[in-house]
């Protein structure tokens, strides 16, 4: 009786509702005590009502080990250490994809890619480039909200976040000028906020503010960059533009070499510590944004949520940038729910990108669709298959993880003495450098987490131009209808 009334009310409604029969069950009156939450094991639990509005910060390109609570080292991110620790943070959390398309829009609609496959014919979420086109409404988390009742305001500093892609369905409004610093792309909010810039929100509001940094190129200011390379050699090619960036990773990946191997190592160095520089510059960056929500009120009665899209690859497996492999560097991920009254808690079981829509409306007391197949945080079992999916710039590459184990297919045929299907234990080898997969002698868990990959594959198959062709690994299976 409680949970259904949670579930189908307003947020208002859904206290008073819960208040009622709590003191009715007690035999008193008064002041009620902090409500449990109406969903069992649901890790967001407030000690008082629950927030009547939504603010979404996500970020682009953010690595999860630079943040200081999951690196080594040095934090560079303190305010959002500081912001996770006084919330609720997902500890162990996965993105979807390796793309800003495909990942926020398993975020958005709460289910992943390839469930939506039906309904949208897959493209082009998959990949990172396609036709931008306008995708039918459908009942993903801003849609959900304006049915509700919620305002809602989209300011985007990436275009491949947009209707038009498919992942900002149901916002009445949207804001994007094109990429921006922190800053920047917060006064394009504020604007929009602020009623002293003849601006406002009206309760119950959803905003969502998409932050284009630390994506290349890396850019930070040069009081944050000069002490990061003060240490390192000189770097032998100019780093200062998108253009310097671009024809430096052209001459690392030159074959033949056009640079001296140690030469190679310090431009790689370089833009490590830019990148870094990225993260100080946001993380400062974003403490300003926070004390500006505060001063204005958005903060007073609002469930904030914080996630990246995805990581980025700094050479690792010899690849920069992002849209490469479904590798840790590219997939783990950060996210965490604040709140002035949220009770404060870490969550270790696995959640991925399509949980967050499905606890953000669990938490407001607005209507999970049967669409959504994510699991509010704290809800799901302590051990999970975790899908990821892309079509990117080393093909096709699907994988699944479950607990500790990682198993890692490219569609392409592999290089001659290699096999394209990988396994790694990512408690042994968090680095991924050794693939324990071997076909002439496949491992129990090689085995039972292809059972459970391989229909993804052919499921993936189906959404795909014809002409995308499986080079089903040896040692392994193959599925029966594996779709050509």
Not at 301 to 319: C, I, K, M, Q, S
Request: net charge negative; proline share 9%.
């Amino acid at each position: 009786m409680v949970y259904q009334a949670v579930h189908e009310a307003d947020g208002d409604v859904v206290m008073r509702i819960i208040w009622v029969i709590a003191a009715a069950t007690a035999g008193c009156t008064g002041t009620p005590e902090p409500t449990e939450p109406a969903l069992e094991g649901f890790a967001l639990t407030f000690d008082g009502p629950a927030p009547s509005n939504l603010i979404v910060l996500s970020l682009d390109t953010m690595r999860k080990d630079h943040m200081g609570r999951y690196a080594a080292g040095d934090s560079l991110t303190p305010f959002l250490d500081a912001r996770a620790a006084e919330g609720v943070a997902l500890d162990d959390f996965v993105v979807c994809s390796n793309w800003t398309t495909a990942s926020t829009a398993c975020v958005m609609a709460g289910a992943t890619n390839l469930e939506r496959g039906a309904d949208r014919q897959m493209l082009p979420i998959v990949g990172p480039t396609g036709p931008a086109q306008e995708i039918p409404a459908e009942p993903q988390l801003a849609k959900q909200l304006s049915d509700a009742g919620f305002e809602t305001l989209f300011v985007t500093s990436n275009g491949f976040y947009s209707r038009s892609h498919g992942n900002a369905q149901g916002f009445r409004n949207v804001v994007y000028e094109g990429p921006r610093k922190v800053q920047g792309l917060w006064e394009l909010a504020k604007d929009r906020v602020d009623p002293a810039r003849g601006g406002g929100l009206p309760s119950p509001f959803y905003l969502h503010v998409h932050f284009f940094e630390p994506h290349r190129p890396y850019t930070p200011p040069e009081e944050v960059l000069a002490p990061l390379i003060d240490e390192l050699p000189p770097s032998p090619v100019p780093l200062d533009t998108v253009d310097d960036q671009n024809v430096a990773v052209g001459m690392i990946q030159a074959d033949p070499p056009v640079l001296e191997p140690d030469e190679i190592e310090t431009v790689k160095e370089h833009m490590r510590a830019r990148y870094r520089g990225e993260v100080i510059s946001f993380d400062n960056g974003l403490s300003f944004v926070w004390e500006q929500m505060r001063e204005l009120g958005l903060l007073d009665d609002a469930l904030v949520l914080f996630f990246t899209d995805h990581g980025e690859a700094l050479w690792e497996h010899g690849f920069t940038f992002h849209g490469r492999l479904l590798h840790r560097n590219e997939n783990d991920a950060i996210a965490w729910f604040w709140a002035d009254n949220l009770v404060s808690a870490s969550v270790d079981r696995p959640t991925g990108s399509e949980d967050l829509a499905p606890s953000v409306l669990t938490a407001l007391g607005v209507a999970v669709p049967d669409t959504m197949t994510g699991l509010p945080v704290g809800t799901g079992p302590e051990v999970r298959d975790r899908l990821a999916f892309a079509d990117a710039y080393q093909g096709v590459v699907q994988s699944v993880q479950r607990e500790h184990h990682l198993l890692h297919f490219q569609w392409d045929a592999p290089p001659a003495g290699r096999t394209n299907l990988a396994l790694y234990d990512l408690q042994a080898d968090p680095g991924e450098q050794t693939n324990l997969y071997d076909p002439a002698a496949p491992s129990a868990i090689a085995l039972e987490l292809w059972s459970v990959l391989a229909p993804a594959v052919v499921e993936a198959k189906r959404w795909l131009p014809d002409n995308r062709t499986v080079n089903w690994p040896d040692g392994v299976p193959r599925p029966s209808q594996d779709g050509g």
